[in-house]
């Protein structure tokens, strides 16, 4: 098993983070590996709006699909995203956007996922772990093109 985590500072709103990865049809424009996104299912369980989602990652000859279950709770500012098919045999990512002051927030990210076998880790497992690293740096990109780039105030500045 794989588990990456990362928490850091975030000159974007706790909202609109939520908002920018909540939009998963956006991230083939800009998320590493990612070749394209279809949401085939969008419903409301609990006052959470609930996705179903099949991704498409590849590099050079290499092309997967992964389908997941997508929990969105605006209020709580989480995201959860369970695996259910795919090239995995296990797969969790989990968001939290914590507010920190007037336009900003920490964005906390955690992603656990294992492969099938020694043979496909092998092929895959670098590029996707590589990959991996990269995803939080390009949302906080992503957010700085749609929203505007802004800098976070140090807490003594607050």
């Known amino acids: 098993m794989h588990v990456y985590e990362a928490t850091h500072p975030v000159a974007h709103s706790a909202d ?5 990865v909540a939009r ?3 991230y083939p424009k ?3 590996l990612c070749e394209g996104l279809e949401v085939t299912r969008r419903e409301e369980r609990d006052g959470k709006e609930v996705l179903v989602a099949t991704m498409t990652v590849g590099y050079g000859m290499i092309h997967e699909s992964f389908t997941t279950r997508v929990h969105l709770d605006a209020g709580a500012h989480t995201i ?7 090239p995995f045999t296990f797969l969790e990512n989990r968001w939290r956007f914590q507010p920190t002051g007037v336009g900003s927030c920490e964005v906390a ?11 496909f880790e092998r092929l895959v497992g670098a590029l996707f772990a590589k990959a991996v690293r990269k ?12 929203y505007g780039p802004k800098t976070v105030a140090l807490a003594s500045e607050q």
């Open 16 to 20: 609109e983070m939520f908002a920018l």
């Open 24 to 26: 998963v049809e956006d």
């Open 30 to 32: 800009f998320l590493p």
């Open 80 to 86: 959860l995203v369970e695996y259910l098919d795919g």
């Open 109 to 119: 990210f955690y992603i656990a996922y294992a492969f099938p076998s020694r043979l």
């Open 135 to 146: 995803y939080t740096s390009a949302f906080e990109s992503r957010a700085d093109a749609v």
